[in-house]
């Protein structure tokens, strides 16, 4: 009955009553008028159709009302997101007491041209309950500053509610129920520390994103049963790798080690590459406290100096941790690859391996960049060399088949022991990450494809095609700014690929790249298979990090599934399909809330930097033009703005049509790429905000 309504609401630009749709369906009896008014209900409650005032029923989406997300403002007002619409603007007294994140019920009241404005009708989820924020008290009442100032309300917590909280303790506070207007009720649920105390700055914004730095205690007693070292009934049914030369390379001061690695140059020529991941699933049960708990983090998170494992630190740096001289249990893809870059050959399996050394990239390229041999890695120097060979081989062949490379560089924010942060620099990025960025690119795809040969349900890492409108916007961009560049007809890996090469060389380069990078889809987790765009690949998916991402862990748990265990049966095949898209749906938005947390943190611990740094001076290139001002990038990536109030020497307007800033008088300006002597103005940890002014 469904369909048959919601044809006929779409047969005809016009509003139907319930007689008309009941004579139009030829319902005679009083139970089918029953079962007609109990569909109608329930295709209103899923905005499907909208009733009018005068009781009549048409598609929701031919009515003013639309469905869409809150998205508020540090000011009175806000704005609602719709899909595939101009957002729309809604004034204070229109907010019927919606929140930032809400999704809402709107009424557009008012259109001028793409402009459009509104009223809230409803709430019809909130998607935010419990916020972050500073304690203060006022004639004795215990209220919450809100961090996020996009949240334009009032919190009050009654005596009885406060855990103890005093002036100064930043708190995680749930709503319990509104009073009027924009005040609300709340329950401090848990004290993060006092606003001065280390680190709390970082747990403020990771509990904004809820992410949690405590694991509960069903996961603590579990722990328990978990063994320190390999077991030896473990070694059964395992092909043992003891005795070959297996090592790691990583960071630093890496702690959970997820991937090793092993070489050697067969008779063919071909080369014998050795992928052994470690093997979190076996000691993660499916459905275990460890696992739901695991599955809800989604991944391990890193802020600055702080990382928030994904997994308690027992499995994450101990048993799990791929650390040297010590037995563990891995499963491996060791892979027969061509002098071309191709797998000829692979193997999938359960092993247990002993890791050499835990070697680090600065030691490892200072072999391979500089031939300068660290003490302790004399052994390992021809198989180094080796692995660097197929790297470029392997490297070579991505790009051949349109692999692209957006070369952005990375800042690493270095803090002291309290974790305030003493110095912002580039991430390195040498021989050695490339190396093993390629090795686990490789064992990924080698995985991704075999299951999906196989035809079984699996977790795949997908990165869809940009928009050809998006990439012709950004082509206009570059010609405006002056650049020729050959238009793209078919979008593929290799034409954006090309596209970048053309502008590698010009002077906004890393701004271009950054765009169009932005022009892109994000990569996300998916049961379907499209492919991965960016990496030019068929078929992909994340295999080699299951310390720290969920999915890896997943993946590892349908290969033990599908090939050790040869559990295919109907069901199980049914459980997995089930399973998986609400799964990948759960992990793509954890993995979102992480990249936004650490963000967030960066932005924020760059603050804290420039406040130290307040009347010194620095070169920097405007990365970003506004009709308010315009944004410069230092070569360490901190981005500060220079406001259009603080550019005193001309009176500058905005030049949408070149984005530049043109002065009305010299007819200077600034534009994209320009090259600026900037001076600290301000800069705010507790507002994440630097402010410049350009240097005469």
Known sequence: MEDKILNILNSEDKAFDVSEIEDILGLNTVDELKELLKVLNKLENEYKIYRTKKEKYMLFKNSNLKLGKLLGTKKSYAFVDIDGDEDVFIKEENLNGAINNDEVIVEITSKKGLKLEGRIVRVVERKVSQFVGKVYYKKNKCLVDLDDKKFNINIIVDSDKTLGAVSGHKVIVRLLNKIDNNNYRGAII??????????????SIAAKYDIEDEFPKEVKEELKNIPSSVLKKEYENRTDLTDQMIFTIDGDDTKDIDDAVSIEKLSNGNYKLGVHIADVSYYVKENSALDKEAEKRGTSVYLANTVIPMLPHELSNGICSLNPNVDRLAISCVMEIDETGEVVKYDIFESVIRSRIQMTYKKVNSILEDNVIPTGYEPYVNSLKMMSELSNILRENKIKKGYIDFDIDEAK????????????????????????????????????????????????????????????NFLNFVSLLGYNVHKIKKITPKAIQELLDELKGVKEYDILSSLLLRSMQKAVYDSVNIGHFGLASKCYTHFTSPIRRYPDTTVHRLLRTYLFNKNISVDNIKYWEEKLSPLSLHLSERERASIECEREVDDMKMAEYMEKHIGEEFRGVVSGVMSFGIFVELPNKIEGLVKIDDLTDDYYTYNEATYSLVGNNNKRGYRLGDEVKVIVKAASKVNQTIDFIIKR
């Open 413 to 472: 924010i270095i803090t002291d022991e309290k974790g305030e942060a003493i110095d912002v620099v580039l991430r390195n990025r040498g021989v050695g990450e490339n190396l093993i960025e390629d090795f686990m690119i490789v064992a990924n795809e080698t995985v991704a494809r075999h299951i999906t040969y196989l035809e079984y349900p699996f977790i795949y890492r997908v990165h869809g095609e940009p928009s050809i409108e998006k990439i012709n």
């Open 190 to 203: 848990k004290i993060l520390g006092h606003v001065d105390d280390p680190g709390v700055d970082i747990l």
